[in-house]
């Protein structure tokens, strides 16, 4: 399937809610971080990834009221969801900008890295 599309969504949506490590690492937090991907196949994406009551999750679409927003180009996405580059590396070329209070991120580090290794299996049956 291909990364960012509907299916891909759907997918990596189902993955993280029935990862129940990552809804233990999730905890009582609450987190709603917005991504907006630019230049991705069939146009830009926007998507949000929510934890909310021990659930951790991905919705399409807009959501204004995210304390944090990723907005990156869909090749610099490609190369963070395979694993070649790190956020912190492509926030640092310039590649990736951050908006909102990015001290969420630090407090959530933890939940995020997990979260990475939970799209593992779903990164294997990805088309990119």
Do not use: C, N
Not at 31 to 57: F, N, R, W
Not at 80 to 96: D, P, S, V, W
Not at 99 to 124: I, K, S, W
């Amino acid at each position: 399937m291909q990364y960012l599309s509907d299916e891909w969504m759907q997918a990596a949506d189902e993955t993280l809610r029935g990862d129940d490590e990552l809804s233990a690492a999730a905890g009582d937090a609450t987190l709603t971080i917005q991504y907006d991907v630019s230049g991705a196949p069939g146009g830009a994406k926007q998507y949000a990834l929510i934890v909310e009551g021990g659930t951790v999750g991905i919705e399409a679409g807009k959501h204004p009221d995210a304390p944090v927003s990723f907005s990156l180009d869909y090749d610099t996405a490609v190369e963070i969801a395979k694993g070649e580059l790190a956020a912190q590396a492509a926030f640092m070329q310039g590649r990736l900008k951050l908006g909102g209070d990015v001290t969420v991120l630090v407090r959530q580090h933890a939940l995020l890295d997990r979260m990475g290794d939970a799209l593992g299996e779903l990164r294997e049956r990805t088309t990119f």
